[in-house]
């Protein structure tokens, strides 16, 4: 392949449009969207009937997609987030179905809109003005914005019932900090009542309300696995029979696979969850009445059903692959039959130019072969980790360890430009859900906490050399650590922790100084992330200062890339700043034994093309100069 091939090839895949929220609006006819179709993520309007796109907003909305918008009731205008540049410090417009705005809500702090009154006259939003997120009510009528929660612990998950008299919402008043419970309170935040739907200890969340209000569907994990409940909110919570009177729930699930509950159907007498198996996410419908499932039939990868029917009374639904880009799709329940309302784009390429990933297990201890250079670990509970090895076809192949953010995530057979990138340039890519990914249960969860840089970078250590013990056209001599956010700080402390194992490394928006981030984080990840993680700095100081991959820079023996945007309000580019001044203190030279790059116009990713190229072009440059790789077939131009 030519140069200007391998050019065209990165071009090609970084413009690879994307879709992010889909929504049909309330009569079904229209179904809104994020699309970056025009190279900017920007507001589309789509016809389901003849799948034709029209772009409603020109440069208004985020650049890349932190929140959502919602339709306002009437179905004559979209309520939507507004931000500068990336930092997710946003105010709430409203955009007519003509392209005019107007600002609705617009304080200090962050703001995210949860839900819109059926009547179309109440915004619910949580914000951090005041510190912590906290819900707020806004009145469309008057104005006037009320406060309605004032806790410690951040508030969120907030939905309005039907009539607009109450609101449910998550938090935590206990000083068991992997705790949350839901609450029910009347709309002025009075009268708030916990449902005591879990156990102390345990994460439960309200989802959505029945038609008619007096039923709460809610998740839950405290079985472990985690499970839909229906609450039902007939007697105590609304005063008719006592604030002290028990909740009934009726559970649904959680015995044999992580499920979470997503809303009702229309007419209440049915509810939509996702269901997952391994690397695979799958709707199910259950019967509210008999508890019958039902699985959706999608092909093995990610699918979910958006809120809201069609006016044909068709599901709309989001599925891809690995190898199969999203798609919009009407989901006849009748038949099973699908119909795609939006295709997913390929540009020059064909679902063939891309590659499926092997599932691959491993038992791990925690305690990988190769030697721990900044801390020491009996070995820990052992546990069947599994993993996603994309085979780029070359041989031999430089292995890219690719571990995921969150933490609370879990890597998925979804379509990823990145990952498909790295293969057509050589390189092969393992992604493993180690300890502490999602998918597993709320255990597997808290195996994570207090113990960051423990165990679960022993479960990607182990992950690579299981893979390179197991296929001999891996080249141990070229395996590179690659990861952003959480996946950074993976990044950052595998090349402190295990040197002997990567001849290079890349840390992209990611962390390196566990007390900076504490102090400079978003207040509701300081509280719901550090603190619920890894708990008071002031008092578990060791661990700390013991798992911060910056005080250890001197173990690093192979090139790094930092890569951070200056407007990053989740992982602050102090970050990036702390760990460069390390390196420079330890004697490290900039441009020979680390590279460094701040992105302008940029926080916690973005959704830009021409962003997208330029980060693909950072990494590309850099692979290519500190390891290198011969081209292949995987996504070619070639005919």
Known sequence: MSDTDDADVLRELASLPTIASPRASPDGETIALYYDVTGRNELHLLDPADGSVEQL?????????????????????????????????????????????????????????????????????????????????????????????????????????????????????????????????????????????????????????????????????????????????????????????????TWFGGDEFEESPSHFLEGGDRFVASRTRGAVTVPIVYDAETGEARELDFPAGVASVTEGRLSDDRLLAYRTTSSERPELVAYDLASDATETVLDAEYGPFDPDDFVEPEVVTFESDGVPETPARAVDHDPYETFEIEGLLFDSGRRPSPLIVNPHGGPRHHDSRRFSYRVQFLLSRGYSVLQANYRGSTGRGREFVEELYDDWGGAEQGDVAVGAERVLDAYDWLDEDRVVVYGGSYGGYSANWQLVQYPDLYAAGITWVGVSDLFDMYENTMPHFRTELMVKNLGEPDENEAIYRERSPVNYVENIDAPLLIVHGVNDPRVPVSQARILRDALDDAGFEEGVDYEYEELGEEGHGSGDIDQKIRSLELLDDFLDRRIGAERTAVASLDD
């Open 57 to 249: 907003s020109d440069g208004e909305v985020p650049r890349s997609v932190r929140a959502g918008f919602e339709w306002d009731p009437a179905g004559d205008r979209l309520f939507y987030h507004r931000d500068e540049d990336g930092d997710e410090q946003h105010d709430v417009w409203a955009m007519s179905l003509d392209g005019e705005t107007e600002p609705v809500v617009e304080m200090d702090g962050q703001i995210y809109l949860l839900d819109v009154g059926e009547a179309g006259e109440t915004l619910l939003f949580c914000s951090n003005r005041d510190g912590q997120m906290n819900l707020y009510r806004h009145d469309l009528p008057s104005g006037e914005t009320t406060k309605l929660t004032d806790h410690e612990r951040a508030a969120g998950s907030g939905h309005l019932s039907p009539a607009g008299d109450r609101v449910a919402y998550s938090t935590n008043e206990t000083d068991a900090y992997e705790n949350s419970d839901v609450y029910v309170a009347d709309i002025d935040g009075s009268n708030a009542r916990n449902l005591e739907i879990g156990e102390r200890g345990a994460e439960a969340r309200p989802v959505d309300w029945g038609p008619d209000g007096d039923r709460l569907l809610v998740s839950d994990n405290t079985t472990d696995l985690g499970r839909s409940g229906i609450v039902d909110l007939s007697g105590g919570v609304d005063g008719e029979t006592g604030d002290d009177a028990a909740v009934d729930v």
